[in-house]
């Protein structure tokens, strides 16, 4: 049985299931050329769903189906491509997440005030590190890691997660 500890640290960074294909990939070459015949899109949309709910479980953040304009509007035709959506009490409107086609994940959000476009940098933030955790996990199962997950909080209001992987 062989155990490892992939992150304990806070997480954050934009390509990143980019990242950690190419990392793996660059371990071992017949890895990456199966990684290469795998469809990316709905392991992104799992992560991004994961992230959402994990996040939805945070004190003070909930998740939504909808996110809506300063008027308290709700385009459904619109909102219908969301995979989700987060709201706090600074961000009442909510903030959206969308894959587009070529699998990048789009915010969606009113940023009327600054308090509101505040509090999406934050959550913005706090999904990355989410997503980031959710994309590990994914990659590590896909490798026949049975993967545990865990999170905190941060003083900061950040968000720490440690993965654990076993491969026996």
């Known amino acids: ?16 299931l980019n990242n950690l294909l190419e990392e793996i990939a660059g371990q071992n070459p017949n890895l990456a050329e199966w990684l290469k015949q795998l469809d990316p899109l709905p392991i992104i949309k799992e992560c991004v769903v994961n992230a959402i709910d994990r996040l939805g479980q945070m004190p003070g953040i909930s998740k939504e189906a909808n996110i809506s ?12 491509q969301l995979i989700g ?8 409107h909510g ?15 009113d940023e009327y005030t600054t308090e509101w476009r505040q509090e999406i940098k934050r959550l913005r933030e706090l999904f990355t590190d989410a997503f980031l955790a959710e ?5 590590l ?4 890691y049975e993967v545990v997950v865990s999170s905190s ?16």
């Open 135 to 139: 994309a590990t996990n994914s990659i």
């Open 141 to 144: 199962t896909i490798l026949g």
């Open 1 to 16: 049985m062989s155990k490892i500890v992939i992150l304990s640290v806070q997480l954050g960074t934009s390509q990143i």
């Open 69 to 80: 304009d300063y008027f308290g509007n709700i385009d459904y035709a619109y909102n219908s």
């Open 85 to 92: 959506a987060l709201k706090t009490d600074k961000l009442p």
């Open 95 to 109: 903030l959206g997440f969308k894959v587009n086609d070529q699998g990048a994940v789009e915010f969606v959000a």
């Open 153 to 168: 909080l941060a003083n900061n209001g950040g968000l720490f997660f440690h993965l654990e992987g076993v491969k026996q």
